[in-house]
């Protein structure tokens, strides 16, 4: 079965570090750039991170930038979404999104293919 599953999230105090996942089955994400985006109640969804699946070279939005970590492991097939520092506006539904490209650069703005069905991030005091 072709999916992307997410893992990872939970209840975190502001402040704390949380580290998603994003593991493919059914495929190779070798040439897939992948994105991690997030939505919370009554919000729309944003765009966080994403990764170049040829270059590696990572993008980030700036309510995350210096605070998140994007980061693929091909070996295992798996993307990573290390977050730092986090706090309570980061509370959301994290999904992590794949696509296939072959240029240096991701983008958060085109039509991601295929979805995972996400996990839930809380941080609360």
């Known amino acids: 079965q072709v999916q992307l599953v997410e893992s990872g999230g939970g209840l975190v105090q502001p402040g704390g570090s949380l580290r998603l996942s994003c593991a493919a089955s059914?495929?190779?994400?070798?040439?897939?750039?992948i994105g991690w985006f997030r939505q919370a109640p009554g919000r729309e969804r944003e765009g966080v991170s994403c990764?170049?699946?040829?270059?590696?070279?990572?993008y980030y939005s700036d309510s995350v930038k210096g605070r998140f970590t994007i980061s693929r492991d091909n070996a295992k097939n798996t993307v990573y979404l290390q977050m730092d520092s986090l706090k309570p506006e980061d509370t959301a539904v994290y999904y992590c999104?794949?696509?296939?490209?072959?240029?240096?650069?991701?983008?958060?703005?085109?039509?991601?293919?295929?979805w995972g069905q996400g996990t839930q991030v809380t941080v609360s005091s």
């Open positions: 059914g495929f190779t994400l070798d040439y897939y750039d």
């Open positions: 999104a794949a696509e296939v490209r072959f240029g240096s650069f991701c983008s958060l703005r085109i039509a991601y293919d295929m």
């Open positions: 990764i170049s699946s040829s270059s590696g070279i990572p």
